[in-house]
């Protein structure tokens, strides 16, 4: 069986920090497209960030350009998103995902056939 599992979120302050993490199990995480998404209450699920095995090259969404990195720890077989100056409108459960056959940076959620089960993000005061 082919997994995906994050952990790392909690409640933070409004301008605080947190890493997301992935851990894959059952397969090694080298598809050429690993992301994150995330999905407030109320709102669809989006895209928040990407990363290319082939060569690194990371993508963001406008709303966190900037605050989040993404990065992978071959070593660990994990994917991780640095969440830095966090704002309320960061709050929402958050997703990582990847594909076997996907080739191509997509915000489309049907593209990913393994997800985790999400880590709730709260940034309050």
């Known amino acids: 069986q082919v997994q995906l599992v994050e952990s790392g979120g909690g409640l933070v302050q409004p301008g605080g920090s947190l890493r997301l993490s992935c851990a894959a199990s059952?397969?090694?995480?080298?598809?050429?497209?690993e992301a994150w998404f995330r999905q407030a209450p109320g709102k669809e699920r989006e895209g928040v960030s990407f990363i290319m095995n082939s060569d690194g090259s990371t993508y963001y969404s406008d709303s966190v350009k900037g605050r989040f990195t993404i990065s992978r720890d071959d070593a660990k077989n994990t994917f991780y998103l640095q969440m830095d100056s966090l704002k309320p409108e960061d709050t929402a459960v958050y997703y990582c995902?990847?594909?076997?056959?996907?080739?191509?940076?997509?915000?489309?959620?049907?593209?990913?056939?393994?997800w985790g089960q999400g880590t709730q993000v709260t940034v309050s005061s």
């Open positions: 995902a990847t594909d076997p056959r996907l080739r191509y940076v997509s915000f489309d959620t049907y593209e990913y056939n393994i």
């Open positions: 059952g397969f090694t995480l080298d598809y050429y497209v």
